[in-house]
């Protein structure tokens, strides 16, 4: 199946695409998204099976409708809205869904129309005016669960989320208390900074949960880790998942909460990084500077001002037999901060005209284009091949083995395949 489609609609067309090198071949002249929805199925299966919890989906990372399809297909009822856009998208998209509101700041408007039109009965909080807006928008409503957002440290995270929201542990003890004669259900919430590397980040946060509940000495009917479980990128090899799961299932386990208590998370990047690459066309060469067609203003907004590395394939048939080299990219923009800078390792003999593969970037990639400059585009091919990396679908061969369902590696391969 060869899908091109605009963010809101499919248009079908009739040959079959199975990966980079197929869309390289029809020489494409803006860059073109490439998304994997067997990827992100696994993800979803994957966190509905084994997190010890309920996971939602933290839309932030990901709005597209399709994916948000595919997740619910795959036991993603829950959804972390953080807008009154996110809140309308889900809501129409998936009109079963739950959703929660844990941006700790919202317009009073977007908590009305939540809670007034969407259903919307969670809302996550760092203050006392956040608290008094959030009774005043739902006229004191008497069903809600509130979850108040812990400041933790993000020191084990690649991206800090320590500064902007999270009450302080000095001022948590007045805003649970007050929260929890408010509320129905009282949660307590945390993020401990995207692309969380160890699981000690959740140990270390859990132990600020467990001091802030004994502090306040309320009782705490929802625990939510929040989101940073991590993808795997150059240079940053996560632990499995499952080692995540463990820790924060124990850590919960141990907490001063009642039996009927419950444990959830909000992963985004998890769910969604392998999910979808974007293949680029080389525009020009300059030594070791490639200037290519999308970048900081496209989906590689973390590339360029973050300095994440992403997998990158050249897409030549036949392939280059040179020897990889490290090359920096220039987006297409007229802005000297579209640079990325890597280093991308690419055979050496890349030239203009070639078109690279860049993986990875389902998470907050196509989620931050922008069309600035005149330059961004949205044409998107559902494709069938495996994602250049994958923190699954070891375990999904793991599982097949282990269940017996399949005999040696081409069973695996082709198992894999039709996921
Ligand atoms: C409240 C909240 N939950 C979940 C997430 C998702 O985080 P991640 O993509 O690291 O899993 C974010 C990301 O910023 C967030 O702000």
Not at 338 to 354: I, K, N, S, T
Request: charged content about 20%; glycine content about 8%.
């Amino acid at each position: 199946m060869h899908q091109h489609h605009r963010a809101l609609g499919l248009a079908p067309q009739s040959t079959a695409v199975r990966g980079g090198i197929d869309i390289a071949k029809g020489g494409p002249v803006q860059p073109v998204t490439l998304v994997r929805p067997h990827a992100a199925a696994r993800a979803a299966r994957f966190f509905s099976e084994k997190f010890p919890g309920r996971s939602m989906y933290a839309v932030k990372a990901n709005p597209s409708p399709e994916l948000l399809q595919i997740l619910w297909d795959n036991g993603i009822t829950h959804y972390d809205v953080a807008s009154l856009a996110e809140v309308r998208l889900v809501a129409r998209t998936l009109p079963g869904a739950t959703l929660c509101f844990m941006h700790p700041v919202k317009a009073e408007e977007a908590v009305r129309e939540a809670y007034a039109t969407h259903g919307v009965r969670t809302f996550s909080l760092d203050s006392i005016e956040e608290l008094d807006k959030i009774m005043r928008a739902t006229g004191n409503a008497t069903d809600l669960t509130l979850c108040v957002r812990l400041r933790v440290s993000s020191e084990h995270s690649k991206l800090s989320l320590a500064s902007k929201f999270g009450v302080a542990p000095n001022e948590a003890k007045e805003l649970l208390f007050a929260a929890r004669q408010a509320a129905d259900a009282l949660g307590i919430c945390f993020h401990v900074g995207s692309q969380a590397m160890t699981p000690d980040a959740y140990a270390d946060a859990m132990e600020r949960v467990r001091a802030a509940i004994v502090d306040a000495a309320v009782t705490v009917d929802v625990i939510d880790v929040g989101g940073g479980f991590p993808s795997s990128y150059p240079g940053m090899e996560p632990p499995p998942l499952e080692r995540y799961f463990e820790t924060i299932h124990r850590a919960f386990e141990s907490l001063p909460i009642s039996y009927s208590a419950e444990l959830w998370a909000e992963p985004g990047r998890a769910l969604c990084a392998e999910y979808s690459s974007v293949v680029v066309r080389v525009e020009r060469r300059r030594g070791n500077e490639l200037y290519i067609n999308d970048g900081a203003y496209g989906a590689l907004f973390d590339a360029a001002h973050i300095g994440w590395r992403f997998p990158v394939t050249l897409l030549r048939e036949p392939e280059s037999t040179v020897r990889d080299h490290p090359f920096s990219f220039y987006g297409p923009t007229c802005d000297d901060l579209d640079h990325m800078a890597g280093p991308f390792l690419l055979p050496a003999d890349v030239q203009a005209g070639d078109y690279i593969e860049i993986g990875m970037l389902g998470a907050y990639g196509s989620a931050m284009r922008t069309a600035f400059n005149g330059f961004g585009s949205d044409e998107t091919v559902i494709v069938d091949d495996e994602p250049m990396v994958s923190l699954y679908d070891a375990i999904e061969q793991d599982n097949a083995v282990r269940s017996g369902a399949v005999r040696g590696g081409a069973d695996i391969a082709s198992n894999v395949a039709k996921l």
